[in-house]
T-cell receptor, first 110, second 115 residues
Framework: GIQVEQSPPDLILQEGANSTLRCNFSDSVNNLQWFHQNPWGQLINLFYIPSGTKQNGRLSATTVATERYSLLYISSSQTTDSGVYFCAVEHIGSNYKLTFGKGTLLTVNP | GAVVSQHPSRVICKSGTSVKIECRSLDFQATTMFWYRQFPKKSLMLMATSNEGSKATYEQGVEKDKFLINHASLTLSTLTVTSAHPEDSSFYIC???????????FGPGTRLTVT
């Protein structure tokens, strides 16, 4: 099956700092999504981004499908950004199944 | 965005009993629903895929007789953990997608504790 690797596994920031999270995947994909899992376990959709660049407020994401990676940028981080960020991909031919990376645990300190 | 609900959010049951978890798409018709399991501080592992009106497809290593999945309508899927044991304790999360979009939307999860 497809491998999804996220880095870094843990990240600690001061409020106001910027960060970049990375997701590498081992094969071609139909779909790539970024999620934020809040402390209560809810996965919040951040981006659906199989290719290209998107921005939503302080967050933006870029996927370079030909090089098999995606980046999530968080600017001017806030304490409420804390949580686990997951990248998930739909491998071509997998019939819409998502394979998740292990996540990046982000802690933003005041 | 699309909204998916789960019920209950938290359940405690005795070993040997069965527990049913509901997953509903509130504002769209979900042609496909997925069930995941998440252990503490771990990633999500897909358990099974269900399409409305057909049998669920289980991932390797998931016991279909223990984790019964029904997708009776375009807005409801249920997961029944039969004869639950303490090792079934976990966080169970469903997701749903529609024929009109590929993006999956997730429910808030159900925390199951088997005593």
């Amino acid at each position: 099956g497809i491998q999804v690797e996220q880095s870094p596994p843990d990240l600690i920031l001061q409020e106001g700092a910027n960060s970049t999270l990375r997701c590498n995947f081992s094969d071609s994909v139909n779909n790539l999504q970024w999620f934020h899992q809040n402390p209560w376990g809810q996965l919040i959709n951040l981006f659906y981004i199989p290719s290209g660049t998107k921005q939503n407020g302080r967050l933006s994401a870029t996927t370079v499908a030909t090089e098999r990676y995606s980046l999530l940028y968080i600017s001017s981080s806030q304490t409420t950004d804390s949580g686990v960020y997951f990248c998930a991909v739909e491998h071509i031919g997998s019939n819409y199944k998502l394979t998740f990376g292990k996540g990046t645990l982000l802690t933003v300190n005041p | 965005g699309a909204v998916v609900s789960q019920h209950p959010s938290r359940v405690i049951c005795k070993s040997g009993t069965s527990v049913k978890i509901e997953c509903r798409s509130l504002d769209f018709q979900a042609t496909t629903m997925f069930w995941y399991r998440q252990f503490p501080k771990k990633s999500l592992m897909l358990m099974a895929t269900s399409n409305e009106g057909s049998k669920a497809t289980y991932e390797q290593g998931v016991e279909k007789d223990k984790f019964l999945i029904n997708h009776a309508s375009l807005t409801l899927s249920t997961l029944t953990v039969t004869s639950a044991h303490p090792e079934d304790s976990s966080f169970y999360i469903c997701s749903a997608s529609s024929g009109s979009f590929n993006e999956q939307y997730f429910g808030p999860g159900t925390r199951l504790t088997v005593t």
